[in-house]
């Protein structure tokens, strides 16, 4: 074989040249300047003047330009284009914006003590490098991962009969489900407050907020795992069945590890859907400033517990706290995403 | 993936073979032609005709909701043969083959009369153990459709671990498996890899393997190669050649050249916008060259459908 050398290189001719984005450059450039110029002379003043400005400015601009450049299709096309921008920005700002904040009023606190410590022999206005959050972080865990152990089984299989077994009650089962969503959480909160305490006798414990907390979680779970497992081609199934598999067998050899890394995703959108919850707990584990190991019998507090209660307690020291609190939380809930997206990633899946 | 591997010794010859065999295939398509060649594959398949009614269809009525969709099909399959279900679009045909090994039951709207017997027992009689009988009327699909979350290796045996059923010498049960399936050479030095890492061609023959290794005795197949190349078809259809001598293999193929190529009978299934019929059956070189029915002929001879 002869090699034959030429001086080809890889080029992308589909990208504009420098020369073709001047337009679009002294375009951005005057709707910035024409926009600091009408906020100066106007009335219209503050960011929020500035920002209302700019964003109409920035669609008259760029479509005046594409217009004049090309056509009104064109102009249609950029207003368009800058509208997704602008909405696309309207999402992320607040995002960014809550997240700067807790970091900026959290991080403050921060420091190994405070994973190590409870606030059993901490008065609240003590400075915050006395006692800690770990009963509230420990009472975390113990509610979520009991919730998921709750949810998941019946959130899995409640899909299973609806996506699967395609059972009588299929459309009911996924009617309930739907109508279970929209429960208020408080409401999660009162129902076991009032089945599990005064019905039942029982006091405050952490089980009792994990079982709100599933009460919640099923239905995202469940809905979730529906639409996951509607994805699965239905020839995987036809093909076990035709190798001689009962239903059973199919499912938890074929389908189920199909749709593992759905599934798994499934079960954190339940974990996110839950593990900021307050009012259930309020009602539920009863809030303690001790660590409390026994789920199944005392108070115990959760970090959405302990926020709560230092922000209303409200002096600066429980406000730091409260603030703090906020950010662990918010850490541990990445760490549990970063773990069940590392645990659930599927092997081999090829789209 | 890109390239299907197939640029090994082995794999070349057969390419070339392939492509004279197409070449000589895709030229002019007249039935004379095309008797010839079921001729040619008759003859040299003799020795494997001569075998005992493994299963058998009698007075098989579908319907969908209530529409009828097949009437009055009884067709015989000859263990060690192959069969070859021709006609248009819409006649039934993999209703039909799908109601020899009861996957007709999955679709809800589904209902069916008449009775499939396998070894003079009939599939459809209460008590029956349905996954019994899927295991020894074996079913390869029109698109490739290997368990994306098992390897090559766990894909030929997962039949033996879905039915539950015990494996002994697993390479060896692995190896002839692939072997039979015409993939062993090519899949020989990654049995870890994922199936769905192989070329689609590569996954049909998987498809096959995985179906060989709970030892059916009849194979369907639903338009295997609709969705492969012609080097893949080829050696599909190699593998169904060599795979007729110990099974009774049913396929659905809207190929002329394919039936004529690989099947000793070929039943013409024709539907006039009602319930499809099985129009004729015969042996593929009198269904190619010397069809009894007008309808037959002008289909074989591409004047219509």
Request: with cysteine.
């Amino acid at each position: 074989m002869t090699q034959v050398i030429s001086q080809v290189s890889p080029q992308k001719p589909w990208r504009p040249k420098l020369k073709n984005l001047l337009p679009e450059v002294l375009g951005a450039l005057f709707t910035a300047v024409s926009t600091l110029l009408i906020v100066a002379v106007t009335p219209l003043k503050g960011k929020l003047g500035f920002a209302i400005v700019l964003i109409i400015m920035s669609i008259v601009v760029s479509s005046l330009v594409s217009g004049i450049r090309r056509d009104k299709k064109a102009a249609l096309n950029s207003t368009t284009t800058v509208l997704v921008y602008i909405a696309s920005a309207f999402v992320i700002i607040p995002l960014f914006s809550i997240l700067y904040e807790i970091f900026r009023l959290g991080i403050g606190g921060l420091s190994f003590g405070i994973f190590t410590k409870d606030m059993s022999l901490t008065s609240s206005d003590s400075p915050l490098t006395e006692g800690g959050l770990l009963h509230a972080l420990i009472g975390t865990l113990y509610v979520v991962v009991l919730a998921s152990i709750l949810s998941t089984p019946v959130g899995i299989l409640a899909s299973l009969y609806i996506v699967e077994v395609k059972g009588r009650f299929a459309g009911l089962v996924r009617f309930f489900i739907q109508a279970m969503s929209g429960i208020p959480s408080i409401v999660a909160g009162l129902f076991i407050y009032a089945i599990w305490m005064i019905n039942m006798g029982n006091s405050y414990n952490a089980v009792a907020g994990a079982g709100a907390l599933a009460i919640l979680m099923i239905p995202t779970v469940a809905r979730t795992s529906e639409e996951v497992l509607k994805l699965i081609p239905p020839d995987l199934r036809e093909a076990g069945l035709a190798l001689g598999a009962t239903q059973w067998r199919t499912v938890a050899m074929i389908i189920i590890p199909a749709a593992k890394s759905g599934l798994v995703t499934a079960v954190i959108l339940g974990i996110a859907r839950v593990a900021g919850e307050t009012a259930p707990l309020l009602l539920t584990i009863g809030g303690a400033d001790a660590i409390n190991l026994n789920p199944f019998s005392g108070n115990s507090s959760a970090m959405p517990y302990y926020v709560w209660k230092n922000y209303s307690l409200g002096n600066p020291e429980s406000i730091s706290r409260a603030w703090l609190g906020v950010l662990v939380l918010m850490i541990v809930v990445f760490i549990f995403f970063s773990l069940a997206r590392f645990f659930g990633r599927s092997k081999g899946v090829k789209k | 993936m890109t390239s299907n591997d197939d640029s090994r010794a082995n794999g070349e010859e057969s390419m070339k073979t392939a492509k004279a065999q197409v070449a000589k295939a895709s030229g002019k398509v007249s039935p004379s032609s095309l008797a010839d060649v079921a001729a040619n594959r008759l003859q040299s398949q003799t020795a494997n005709t001569v075998g005992s009614t493994g299963l058998e269809a009698r007075s098989i009525h579908a319907w969908f909701g209530k529409k009828h969709v097949l009437e009055d099909i009884s067709l015989d399959f000859y263990t060690g043969t192959v069969t070859a279900l021709i006609g248009p679009s819409g006649c039934g045909k993999s209703t039909f083959i799908r109601i020899l090994n009861r996957m007709h039951e999955f679709i809800p709207t589904a209902s069916l009369a008449g009775e499939v017997f396998l070894d003079g027992k009939d599939v459809y009689e209460p008590g029956v153990d349905v996954t019994k009988i899927r295991l020894r009327i074996g079913m390869v699909f029109q698109k490739p459709n290997p368990f994306p979350s098992m390897t090559i290796k766990e894909n030929v045996l997962s039949g033996l671990k879905l039915a539950q059923l015990k494996m002994n010498n697993q390479e060896e049960l692995l190896e002839s498996c692939l072997r039979r399936a015409g993939l062993w050479d090519e899949v020989k030095d990654r049995l870890d890899e994922y199936g769905g890492a192989l070329s689609g061609g590569q996954q049909q023959r998987l498809c096959i393997a995985r179906s060989l290794a709970v030892n059916p005795q009849v194979l369907l197949m639903d338009e295997p190669c609709s969705a492969l190349d012609p080097g893949s078809t080829l050696r599909i259809e190699e593998t169904i050649r060599e795979l007729s001598s110990s099974m009774s293999i049913v396929i659905v193929t809207h190929n002329m050249q394919q039936a004529a190529r690989v099947s000793d009978y070929t039943g013409f299934f024709l539907s006039d916008g009602g319930p499809g019929r099985l129009v004729e059956v015969g042996s593929t070189s009198q269904i190619f060259s010397n069809p009894k029915e007008q309808r037959t002929e002008d289909y074989v001879s591409g004047r219509f459908g």
